[in-house]
T-cell receptor, first 112, second 112 residues
Framework: DQQVKQNSPSLSVQEGRISILNCDYTNSMFDYFLWYKKYPAEGPTFLISISSIKDKNEDGRFTVFLNKSAKHLSLHIVPSQPGDSAVYFC???????????FGTGTSLTVIP | DAGITQSPRHKVTETGTPVTLRCHQT?????MYWYRQDPGHGLRLIHY???????DKGEVSDGYSVSRSKTEDFLLTLESATSSQTSVYFC???????????FGPGTRLTVT
């Protein structure tokens, strides 16, 4: 059973606009969440993380929001750039250094 | 760059043959992970290690075994490969203040 879900397989956004990628989880024990970006034929690369003691974390153009009551997190990219076109995975864990559970990914296309 | 290499990068093998994939890291990280990536499933954890000779199962460990006799090497073995094990395999290490994972470049395995 998929404990982390990304229900949108793909998303297209115009350059300069906001991209919003969503992720839902079912395990209420998860307390650490991460986003990764993946280009074809490469390994995923870490983007940003958030602990359950926070509801927002920002790093440059990337902001992650966490809604614990809804078991939902989202990644906002502002402004979107063509180089952001990639597959984005969210991941969750109980604590750190243990098992990480990944979503199925959302393919983002930023149109110039 | 976390100094992670995977070998081989590509392999084609026949059903029933044993296969070993190698993950090598150069920075003495304690935690190492093996994932497989499949369409519609995202990244799924196979096994992970939290030290030399210390390993644990992930969510899709059936048909796979691992060994870690040295800090720098984490081996994934398919004792008798099946077509369902055709996948892209990623190794990862855990590092950083955000406890993020750094992934290797991946191994594309095809079982015919």
């Amino acid at each position: 059973d998929q404990q982390v879900k990304q229900n949108s397989p793909s998303l297209s956004v115009q350059e300069g606009r906001i991209s919003i990628l969503n992720c839902d989880y079912t395990n209420s024990m998860f307390d650490y969440f991460l986003w990764y970006k993946k280009y074809p034929a490469e390994g995923p690369t870490f983007l940003i993380s958030i602990s359950s003691i926070k509801d927002k974390n920002e790093d440059g153009r990337f902001t992650v929001f966490l809604n614990k009551s809804a078991k939902h997190l989202s990644l906002h990219i502002v402004p979107s750039q063509p180089g952001d076109s990639a597959v984005y995975f969210c991941a969750a864990s109980v604590g750190t250094g243990n098992q990480f559970y990944f979503g199925t990914g959302t393919s983002l296309t930023v149109i110039p | 760059d976390a100094g992670i290499t995977q070998s081989p990068r590509h392999k084609v093998t026949e059903t029933g043959t044993p296969v070993t994939l190698r993950c090598h890291q150069t920075e003495n990280h304690r935690y190492m992970y093996w994932y497989r990536q499949d369409p519609g499933h995202g990244l799924r954890l196979i096994h992970y290690s939290y030290g030399v000779k210390d390993t644990d199962k992930g969510e899709v460990s059936d048909g796979y075994s691992v060994s870690r006799s040295k800090t720098e090497d984490f081996l994934l073995t398919l004792e008798s490969a099946t077509s369902s094990q055709t996948s892209v395999y990623f190794c990862a290490i855990l590092q950083g203040l955000a406890y993020e994972q750094y992934f290797g470049p991946g191994t594309r395995l095809t079982v015919t």
